[in-house]
């Protein structure tokens, strides 16, 4: 059964780090495409990085480009977030995913990404 659980999320002011984990299981991470997204109530869901079977594939949204850093340890099963700079519109639910079969992630694009975590709140104080 395929799992992905968000852990990390928490309360930071701004200008604070965090490093979000998703720790998969059912799967090897490394052989699949994962992605964060974002979403905030009233608002869609938006990508926020991916990383591809190659850990030299990465994505990462303009609004975080500079200061996310996404990463794998794959002997963990676990894709990192690593995020610094923190802003107040960093504020969101951040969901990670699994895309077994494509790479749209790697583009910006949602589709494809079959498998999902319940979430973890990052919420950052002005």
């Known amino acids: 059964q395929v799992q992905l659980v968000e852990s990390g999320g928490d309360l930071v002011q701004s200008g604070g780090s965090l490093r979000l984990s998703c720790t998969v299981s059912g799967f090897s991470s490394d052989h699949w495409t994962i992605g964060w997204f974002r979403q905030v109530p009233g608002k869609e869901r938006e990508v926020v990085s991916c990383i591809g079977r190659s850990a030299s594939s990465t994505y990462y949204a303009d609004l975080v480009k500079g200061r996310f850093t996404i990463s794998r340890d794959n002997a963990k099963n676990t894709v990192y977030l690593q995020m610094t700079g923190l802003k107040p519109e960093d504020t969101a639910t951040y969901y990670c995913?699994?895309?077994?079969?494509?790479?749209?992630?790697?583009?910006?694009?949602?589709?494809?990404?079959?498998?999902w975590g319940k979430g973890t709140l990052v919420t950052v104080s002005s």
């Open positions: 995913a699994a895309d077994p079969y494509g790479s749209s992630c790697l583009f910006g694009y949602s589709q494809g990404m079959d498998y």
